[in-house]
Structures are given as C-alpha cells and as structure tokens.
C-alpha cells in the first residue's frame, strides 16, 4: 500500500464545558475493527520511537495529551504529521515505515491496532523493508 | 450484577528509557472485545461527569493523563476508585451507576466500551436505576 492510502481522519467531537468527548468506533470512523489499544506515556520531551512496519497490520494513532510527530515513509516518499489535537488521528496502512519524534514533556501517543501483537508480523530493519516494498 | 464484579486490572508496562509502553486486548487483558473507543479531555479541574448507568455495556476505564476519582455504585453500596496511573484501569460491569469527578487539570480519561454508541442502553435517571436493581 502507498503513502496515499494513509490519511488524517477528523473525529466527533462532543464540546462540553465541563469538558469533550471524542469517540471511535471500529469499522466506523476507521476502517477496521479495535483489536488492541497501546499508548505511549512517560516520554522524555524530544524523544523518537517506532522505526519499523509492519506486514499486515493496520493502525490509527491519536496524541491524547501534548503533541508530537509522526513521519510515514512507503519506500518512496514521506510525509510528515504534527499531531497535537485529540479529535484528529492518522489512519497507518500496512507496509508503511514510521517513526515517532518530537516528543512534547508529558505526551500521550495512543494507537488502535487491527489485530493482537505479533513479533512476526513487524519488519525491524529498512533494508528488508526496501526489498519487501521492492518485491511487492 | 454487583460491585464485588467490577475490578482493577493492572496492564502491562513496557518500560523504556524513550517511554513506557502499556497495550490492552479485548477478550485478553479485559473481559469484552473493544468495539468503541471513547475520551474525556479539557475537562476543567475539579469538574465531575457521568451520572448514570448502563444495561448491557461493559467498561474499562484508565486515567491517561493527569489524575480523577471514578465512583461506583451497584444500588447498595458504593467504591471510591483513585485513578493516577496509566497502566491499571478498572473494569465496569453493566448496570452500575457511575459519576466522575476531582479532576485534576490537563487530565485525560480513556474508556474502553464493548458496543457501539446506543442511547437507549442508558439509564440517566437514578430513581429509575433503582428501580431496574429492585427487579433484578
């Protein structure tokens, strides 16, 4: 799959004020079913994370508190996401290289993820990222 | 269903000198599979939410960020939930009436849900909760 088929989805936003509520639905408001939630926290300001892909794997990640980016790389071309608003995420297709960076102090990185975890299913090294990209 | 059902789960930590890492699986590490995803944010400090009760949804709730308190009340006796951590969350069984508050500012409640949005799976009205218990 290609950089274009990721994309930054807008969520419902319930504003409040006694405070929002934004909601997510699997199959709904992202086009696969919540298998697994993971979230990052605890992150030193101006940290990186995450450099790898994954083969099957489909994700949506949303900065809960703070902010930070995230770079998608399809083999071909990146793209560059400054997350900082809770109602907005970015839809991650299979096969996309990403890392993490610019980490604010006490950010909050929450990814929805397709199916449970699977070491076999992640591809750690860009080498063999580059030549699975290249066979496919 | 009574509030001896309702429990805190402690999740796994990854811990990372770049960040602590913490995943849920539905039917793995809480008792439903997640088909919603909802979250609190830019609640004022010291604010409360949540008056009310569900029939049939099953719930897992987690402080993200910043610190509340979560009481629970199964129409005899009510539990007082001090939530500051990201890695336990408590798991909320159906019928239990719920109220947040003593939010602190910035504070970030995530809640796991086991079905789609349905307003008429909600119960707002306490006397009528009460009720619903008495014909249980």
Sequence with gaps: MSLSDCRVIELP?????RGNLTFVEGGNHIP???????????????ADRGEHAHKALHQFVICMSGSFDMVLDDGFETQRFHLNRSYFGVYVCPMMWRYLDNFSSGSVCMV???APYD????????AEFISAVAAS
Aim: aromatic share 16%.
């Design 112 to 114: 929805m993820a397709s």
């Design 32 to 46: 696969f079913d919540i298998k697994r939630v993971y979230y990052l926290y605890d992150v030193p300001g101006g």
């Design 13 to 17: 936003k319930i504003a409040d004020a």
């Design 119 to 126: 070491e076999s299913d992640y591809i750690r090294d860009r």
